[in-house]
């Protein structure tokens, strides 16, 4: 069966839906005076159909891990399915499924999904969710919603999880990253163990840096009254991504010696869920009441550079 994939088109960007594939992304193109250039990690052609290889995913109704897939909330504990090596609940629940397209247009592509008419979701909770994808010259704008169809209140939070290549063409100078994030969260597996701390010098990224094969797979926070925000710059562009304010968190990742990175815009921190049952304060994930929808959205914006290490 031939996989639906439409395109997104502006004088800028050159981006691929694939609303079958979790909602995902397989391409995120630049038009550059060298012609389009992959800025998101591209999907290849035998992994179209596998969410966690695409170029972006979203992570809904969480974002990143829940410790051993134990959900704690008002008193009650659900054991949800370990889907990741690591023995967590990761990335939440909707890439197992089709999403519906709702509008589609040359520069707009808008899904829907609604758990009541899935099997096997990896939720206790009923919930609807939608994303919007849209180019508008140098932007693409992701918008996220997630609404609760359930009668009574859940924890709800999202994220998105883009793949940024570390070089755009084999001899340039590689991708630097600036994050203007006053915060950071102390991790064990990859999980939240209390309130956000001073960002620490391997964290800092307040000052533009090379992203280099040092290992990174935290999560930043501390953007003040805005949402999330980064600076992806190579030698020819920039990448601003701005977050609305429910996108309070940001998680790096940089694996080693690998062609790609992530810079994921994300409303909570990981392991939320047990901060939140524990009473730690500024976690960020939301508690939704029946009929009630958290949304935002963030903006990936291309630029010209301003100057080696420097941001817009």
Partial sequence: MTLDLPVLTSSTWQVGVLP???????????????????????????????????ASYPLIPWSNR????????????????RNADDGTASHGTVLDYPWDVVTRRDDLVELALTSADLVGVNFPWRFAAGI????????????????????EPFPAGFGHHPFFQRHLRPADGGARLQV???????????????????????????????????PVDDCL????????????AYDDLELALTGDPVYSHLVVYVPRGRAYFAVEPVTHVNGAHALLEAGVPGAG?????????????????VAAPTGPGSSR
Wanted: aromatic share 6%.
């Fill in 285 to 301: 994930l939301a508690v939704l009441e029946p009929g009630r929808r958290l949304t935002g959205g963030f903006r990936l914006r």
């Fill in 20 to 54: 079958a594939t979790g909602g995902t992304l397989a391409f995120g193109r630049v038009a550059t005076e060298d012609g389009l250039v992959d800025v998101l990690r591209p999907t290849p052609a035998a992994a179209l159909r596998r969410a966690e290889r695409t």
């Fill in 180 to 214: 203007p994030a006053e915060a950071c969260y102390d991790l064990v597996g990859a999980i939240a163990t209390g309130p956000a701390v001073p960002v620490t010098e391997r964290l800092d990224f307040r000052t533009a840096r090379t992203v280099g094969d040092r």
């Fill in 221 to 232: 926070t501390g953007f003040g009254p805005q949402g999330a925000r980064a600076v992806i």
């Fill in 66 to 81: 829940i410790g051993e897939g134990l959900l704690r909330f008002g008193g009650r504990t659900w054991q949800l399915r």
């Fill in 132 to 151: 919007g994808y849209r180019v508008d010259g140098p932007d693409l704008l992701v918008h996220t919603w997630l609404t609760n169809e359930d009668d």
